[in-house]
């Protein structure tokens, strides 16, 4: 038996560049292998000093962020097998283990998921060859060549290319992306290395005996092995770009945490990334593993004084006391709730929680949280080259962030005292809550404008979304928003990477599906139509991405996705799970045909199976086809002019099996339905 270690992140891929990092000392070994026989006897091998070691083998250089090394020439014929020849390896050192508690993997592993062909390959310079692999990924590549002994091939990567066709690594920092191969000069020799992994579109190979060919080179896309659950299209094709530019993304950045970036010297847990985008994920993949053990990676990091650290795993130990970013550790737990039920994310977490909370609100200052230290990060900025913009009226102030968050993170820690049965501490945070929500209108709203602070889009956004708003006023502050959205934006984004996570719902639920719709499907920047339309296959970092600075320009980031996919699903195509029965045990069909589309269909399968939403507009009528999985029940929302005159079937729907009309809401006829396969079919309601 033969077990071959690499860095990974327990030996720290860097010390000090681009920051300090964590490390936790050289790779080390633990392993247990049970082996039951026939006869019900187990025999164990455990490692231990009579295991015997190498230094001196083919790998001779790893880590994430620069690429391997390997030199075929120190390759040992059945090392790993009984009768090798081990007499020069040293013994097995017995050394300390790790602190804390040592638990099984919870969730899928890192593997190669699929295999792309690269769709061209050019000779830019002599003995240089650029491949294509046609779409940004995530893994490494898997080469073919032969050649002479000691001839060294490279292997440089990056997601996009120069005017002159050679790589663009300037958005890399000081990552070197290059694997390296040695060749052993024995015929026809594979290589895809082990211990790295890039983020790529573009190849760039070196040295490679003669001329290669497309066959020489293939891509390896690697993440950990989540399970589709959905499907989407519109009749928009930009949409389905977007879409799909999502999608890839999304699972190229999952190792076992969702990592901000793939291909500098980064590529972390970022908290603030995903604090409201989660939850459009898990219509995408089944996540419900994946994000329980990110949250409780918070908790992990969590210190004595229950600060949450900025980043987690806390490789880059950020404890910077915001409150938007470390709002995850209580958000994303929620998505599980909502999603698949999940309870033991709460209760193994609340206690961190509340302490974080009790940390937090010694900021606190005239009812008001002034904690903020990243603002809208990425708002669209009034230059082409800027990152970050300097005009006033695009930034949101950090108290009006602050104090939103802290205000919805408090509303969701009375529904987990609840729920636990822990009634004073619900009682303690609902009159918490009430006291920043007067402070906040009495010190940000303007009624004669209805707006909030100086009127930036998200100031608003943040409101409408979290329910901050008076009843009353809450038409007025919609509609400020979508003057402004129309009048200085030009029906595009103006949001940053806060604002997003609520925009397209917050939009929707006011009325404003259509404006939500008009930014959604803008080809021109900034929107992410605009990504796809300049070729982009995954979303980027930055709403400028192909004209600002380098340094912080990643072509497959999800920041910048906000609420988008959560929207698709749960407006679009009107699937949503209902929150006082969660994981999907009844279920809110809700779909909104809106602006030109002629047709949605999706799929999700949720814990208790399959449900389809694929409506259509012909002639005038609405026509949809769903499906309800067993053991559970909807509340259908179906499009209509005359409730009298929508059908399920051949026949009227109050008639029909199964059906029971409930109202008539906001254009659209209500009804009870249970498990089953359905069409219905109504008078499209004029606009």
């Given at each position: 038996?033969?077990?071959?270690?690499?860095?990974?992140?327990?030996?720290?891929?860097?010390?000090?560049?681009?920051?300090?990092?964590?490390?936790?000392?050289?790779?080390?070994?633990?392993?247990?292998?049970?082996?039951?026989?026939?006869?019900?006897?187990?025999?164990?091998?455990?490692?231990?000093?009579?295991?015997?070691?190498?230094?001196?083998?083919?790998?001779?250089?790893?880590?994430?962020?620069?690429?391997?090394?390997?030199?075929?020439?120190?390759?040992?014929?059945?090392?790993?097998?009984?009768?090798?020849?081990?007499?020069?390896?040293?013994?097995?050192?017995?050394?300390?283990?790790?602190?804390?508690?040592?638990?099984?993997?919870?969730?899928?592993?890192?593997?190669?998921?699929?295999?792309?062909?690269?769709?061209?390959?050019?000779?830019?310079?002599?003995g240089v060859y650029i491949f294509d692999m046609g779409q940004n990924m995530v893994g490494?590549?898997?080469?073919?060549?032969?050649?002479?002994?000691?001839?060294?091939?490279?292997?440089?990567?990056?997601?996009?290319?120069?005017?002159?066709?050679?790589?663009?690594?300037?958005?890399?920092?000081?990552?070197?992306?290059?694997?390296?191969?040695?060749?052993?000069?024995?015929?026809?020799?594979?290589?895809?290395?082990?211990?790295?992994?890039?983020?790529?579109?573009?190849?760039?190979?070196?040295?490679?005996?003669?001329?290669?060919?497309?066959?020489?080179?293939?891509?390896?896309?690697?993440?950990?092995?989540?399970?589709?659950?959905?499907?989407?299209?519109?009749?928009?094709?930009?949409?389905?770009?977007?879409?799909?530019?999502?999608?890839?993304?999304?699972?190229?950045?999952?190792?076992?945490?969702?990592?901000?970036?793939?291909?500098?010297?980064?590529?972390?847990?970022?908290?603030?990334?995903?604090?409201?985008?989660?939850?459009?994920?898990?219509?995408?993949?089944?996540?419900?593993?994946?994000?329980?053990?990110?949250?409780?990676?918070?908790?992990?990091?969590?210190?004595?004084?229950?600060?949450?650290?900025?980043?987690?795993?806390?490789?880059?130990?950020?404890?910077?006391?915001?409150?938007?970013?470390?709002?995850?550790?209580i958000m994303v737990a929620s998505h599980l709730y909502e999603q698949y039920g999940d309870?033991?994310?709460?209760?193994?977490?609340?206690?961190?929680?509340?302490?974080?909370?009790?940390?937090?609100?010694?900021?606190?200052?005239?009812?008001?949280?002034?904690?903020?230290?990243?603002?809208?990060?990425?708002?669209?900025?009034?230059?082409?080259?800027?990152?970050?913009?300097?005009?006033?009226?695009?930034?949101?102030?950090?108290?009006?962030?602050?104090?939103?968050?802290?205000?919805?993170?408090?509303?969701?820690?009375?529904?987990?005292?609840?729920?636990?049965?822990?009634?004073?501490?619900?009682?303690?945070?609902?009159?918490?809550?009430?006291?920043?929500?007067?402070?906040?209108?009495?010190?940000?709203?303007?009624?004669?404008?209805?707006?909030?602070?100086?009127?930036?889009?998200?100031?608003?956004?943040?409101?409408?979304?979290?329910?901050?708003?008076?009843?009353?006023?809450?038409?007025?502050?919609?509609?400020?928003?979508?003057?402004?959205?129309?009048?200085?934006?030009?029906?595009?984004?103006?949001?940053?990477?806060?604002?997003?996570?609520?925009?397209?719902?917050?939009?929707?639920?006011?009325?404003?599906?259509?404006?939500?719709?008009?930014?959604?499907?803008?080809?021109?920047?900034?929107?992410?139509?605009?990504?796809?339309?300049?070729?982009?296959?995954?979303?980027?970092?930055?709403?400028?991405?192909?004209?600002?600075?380098?340094?912080?320009?990643?072509?497959?980031?999800?920041?910048?996705?906000?609420?988008?996919?959560?929207?698709?699903?749960?407006?679009?195509?009107?699937?949503?799970?209902?929150?006082?029965?969660?994981?999907?045990?009844?279920?809110?069909?809700?779909?909104?045909?809106?602006?030109?589309?002629?047709?949605?269909?999706?799929?999700?399968?949720?814990?208790?199976?399959?449900?389809?939403?694929?409506?259509?507009?012909?002639?005038?009528?609405?026509?949809?086809?769903?499906?309800?999985?067993?053991?559970?029940?909807?509340?259908?929302?179906?499009?209509?002019?005359?409730?009298?005159?929508?059908?399920?079937?051949?026949?009227?729907?109050?008639?029909?099996?199964?059906?029971?009309?409930?109202?008539t809401e906001a254009g659209a006829a209500v009804f009870e339905i249970g498990s089953g396969?359905?069409?219905?079919?109504?008078?499209?309601?004029?606009?």
């Amino acid at each position: 038996m033969g077990v071959i270690l690499g860095n990974g992140r327990f030996y720290a891929p860097r010390y000090n560049i681009p920051t300090a990092m964590r490390t936790f000392g050289y790779p080390k070994l633990l392993l247990q292998l049970e082996m039951e026989m026939a006869d019900g006897k187990v025999e164990r091998v455990i490692s231990d000093d009579t295991w015997k070691l190498t230094t001196d083998g083919p790998i001779r250089a790893n880590n994430e962020y620069d690429g391997e090394f390997y030199d075929a020439r120190k390759e040992m014929a059945g090392w790993s097998r009984p009768g090798f020849a081990d007499a020069a390896w040293q013994q097995a050192q017995v050394v300390e283990g790790p602190a804390g508690v040592l638990s099984a993997q919870p969730l899928a592993p890192i593997r190669v998921t699929e295999t792309l062909k690269p769709i061209g390959v050019h000779e830019v310079r002599p003995g240089v060859y650029i491949f294509d692999m046609g779409q940004n990924m995530v893994g490494w590549c898997r080469l073919t060549v032969a050649g002479s002994r000691g001839a060294k091939v490279t292997m440089r990567h990056a997601e996009r290319l120069r005017p002159n066709g050679m790589l663009y690594t300037d958005n890399l920092r000081s990552a070197e992306v290059t694997d390296t191969y040695v060749l052993k000069g024995n015929g026809t020799e594979i290589y895809e290395p082990r211990f790295t992994y890039h983020g790529f579109r573009y190849v760039e190979v070196k040295g490679f005996p003669g001329k290669p060919s497309l066959a020489s080179l293939e891509g390896r896309e690697v993440h950990d092995d989540l399970e589709r659950v959905s499907e989407f299209a519109a009749s928009n094709p930009l949409l389905n770009q977007i879409y799909k530019a999502v999608l890839w993304g999304a699972k190229d950045n999952y190792r076992s945490i969702p990592t901000d970036c793939p291909q500098r010297d980064e590529r972390q847990g970022w908290l603030g990334d995903r604090s409201g985008e989660s939850l459009g994920e898990t219509y995408m993949f089944d996540l419900a593993n994946f994000y329980a053990k990110w949250v409780g990676d918070m908790g992990d990091a969590q210190d004595a004084d229950g600060r949450i650290s900025d980043v987690s795993p806390a490789y880059w130990p950020f404890y910077s006391d915001n409150v938007t970013w470390p709002a995850s550790f209580i958000m994303v737990a929620s998505h599980l709730y909502e999603q698949y039920g999940d309870m033991r994310v709460i209760e193994q977490n609340y206690p961190g929680m509340r302490k974080w909370i009790a940390h937090m609100e010694t900021y606190l200052k005239d009812d008001l949280m002034p904690r903020d230290t990243y603002g809208d990060w990425c708002v669209p900025p009034e230059s082409p080259e800027l990152i970050h913009s300097n005009d006033p009226s695009r930034k949101t102030d950090g108290t009006v962030i602050g104090t939103t968050y802290f205000y919805r993170l408090l509303r969701l820690m009375v529904d987990y005292a609840t729920v636990l049965g822990k009634q004073s501490d619900a009682e303690e945070y609902s009159q918490l809550a009430g006291k920043l929500l007067v402070a906040f209108n009495k010190t940000y709203y303007q009624p004669a404008t209805g707006t909030y602070s100086n009127g930036s889009t998200t100031s608003s956004v943040l409101p409408l979304a979290f329910r901050m708003v008076p009843e009353e006023d809450r038409q007025s502050v919609a509609d400020a928003l979508v003057r402004k959205i129309a009048d200085q934006n030009k029906n595009h984004v103006a949001t940053g990477l806060i604002g997003g996570q609520w925009l397209m719902q917050a939009l929707s639920d006011c009325g404003h599906a259509g404006v939500a719709y008009q930014i959604a499907a803008q080809p021109a920047y900034p929107g992410w139509g605009y990504m796809v339309t300049q070729g982009a296959t995954t979303i980027w970092e930055l709403w400028n991405g192909d004209t600002a600075n380098p340094a912080m320009n990643s072509g497959n980031h999800l920041m910048l996705v906000g609420d988008l996919v959560t929207w698709s699903y749960q407006n679009l195509a009107g699937i949503r799970t209902d929150l006082a029965h969660p994981a999907f045990k009844h279920i809110i069909m809700r779909p909104t045909p809106v602006g030109d589309l002629t047709f949605v269909k999706a799929s999700y399968n949720s814990s208790y199976g399959k449900i389809t939403s694929n409506w259509k507009i012909a002639g005038g009528r609405f026509i949809w086809s769903l499906t309800v999985p067993p053991n559970t029940t909807a509340t259908v929302y179906v499009p209509a002019k005359d409730p009298a005159g929508v059908t399920e079937g051949a026949k009227s729907a109050s008639e029909a099996q199964s059906v029971k009309y409930q109202r008539t809401e906001a254009g659209a006829a209500v009804f009870e339905i249970g498990s089953g396969s359905y069409q219905f079919e109504s008078k499209m309601a004029p606009d």
